[in-house]
């Protein structure tokens, strides 16, 4: 797909980050449920509860299954294509690692039937049990090579790993060789504890957090450098990134144990990693393509929950970027890191 000789306002616009939950969860195929196995209970409207350990972990709309309701819903964001992940909490890193292969190739072939009824304006990420790398890869090879997805959504730490952990390499190296996309969300962030208000400061607060750290791994463990086509991406912006790269520059100047370990300057790796364009503020995002580079960032909205962004394209549109750099934002980099067929003028 591109767009390239189109204007910027044409609808052509590229969401890379938006969610998925199926509208029922299957039976547990097994002899004893596990307790964190999810349900659907009925809500109010066309809304149902996610139940998870006899708990409502989030009500979600129709929108969250409906294809018909989500195509409705792209133009009015001025989006041509929406790429669609698993609600992160769906990724079950913490269940039995059969458990959660089982509640994962259901979930990514629902989406799968999505991208079907889609017509060629949803993609999807697929969802891997990470917490076993065997079961992980074999998944991950299922959804690239069977479903045709554009590669994966995985969580920014596993069980308390961190992304850029040299345990998870096999898997990175995996996904470099099928070529598959790799988006990295918040996930049962760190430091939850230090938090005060309510539970939805987890999402506002605890995810950046999560994601910077997560990124900053990549970093420090030269994941790009051991990895050098790896496409991988982090939401909300990079998170904390953009705040804690100058200081990661300033201790490898300063600290030989850093430029020992970290092989080339965190300020260059940055710029070699994807971000999605989610962070509600148009001063940030300026500073995040002046941080990471206008080749690197594309639009996401956390669609459709209630803490999305409705209007990625405008508010793209509105921070005042050439036409070029706003083109690169709505689409041409997502076409990119999604591996999607593009002419010579969609590259930076």
């Not at 939805?200 to 994941?223: E, H, K």
């Not at 393509?289 to 669609?303: C, E, I, N, P």
Request: charged share 15%; with cysteine; hydrophobic share 45%.
């Amino acid at each position: 797909m591109s767009h390239a000789n189109h204007p910027i306002g044409c609808g052509c616009g590229i969401d890379v980050h938006a969610h998925v939950v199926p509208e029922n969860f299957p039976r547990y195929i097994g002899s004893k449920v596990p307790a964190d196995w999810p349900s659907m209970a009925p809500a109010q409207a066309c809304h149902r509860h996610v139940m998870i350990s006899g708990k409502v972990y989030r009500t979600v709309s129709d929108a969250c299954w409906s294809t018909p309701r989500r195509l409705q819903d792209l133009p009015g964001m001025g989006l041509a294509l929406q790429v669609v992940s698993p609600m992160p909490e769906l990724l079950s890193y913490w269940m039995a690692p059969a458990d959660a292969q089982q509640l994962l190739r259901y979930t990514n072939d629902i989406m799968a039937a999505m991208v079907q009824e889609g017509g060629g304006r949803l993609a999807a990420l697929g969802a891997v049990p990470l917490q076993d790398l065997d079961l992980a890869i074999a998944e991950l090879e299922y959804v690239v090579k069977t479903l045709g997805f554009a590669g994966v959504e995985i969580g920014s730490n596993v069980l308390g790993v961190p992304v850029g952990a040299p345990q998870l390499d096999p898997f990175f190296e995996a996904c470099e060789s099928l070529g598959a996309a790799v988006f990295v969300h918040a996930l049962r962030p760190a430091g939850m504890e230090r938090l005060v208000g309510p539970p939805a400061l987890q999402q506002v607060l605890g995810y950046p957090g999560d994601v910077g750290l997560a990124a900053a791994s990549a970093i420090t463990s030269n994941l790009v450098l051991r990895r050098p086509r790896l496409r991988i991406a982090f939401s909300h912006g990079g998170g904390t990134l953009a705040s804690l790269l100058p200081r990661l520059q300033q201790g490898w100047d300063v600290f030989p144990a850093l430029k020992e370990s970290i092989s080339l300057s965190p300020a260059e790796q940055a710029r070699r990693l994807f971000y999605d364009t989610l962070v509600f503020d148009a001063p940030l995002l300026r500073h995040l393509v002046d941080r990471f580079g206008a080749s690197q960032l594309m639009a996401g909205t956390d669609y459709p929950f209630n803490f999305h962004d409705r209007t990625p394209v405008a508010r793209i549109e509105a921070a005042g970027f050439d036409a070029d750099t706003a083109a690169a934002l709505v689409h041409r980099n997502a076409e990119r890191f999604l591996g999607l067929k593009t002419t010579k003028e969609t590259h930076p």
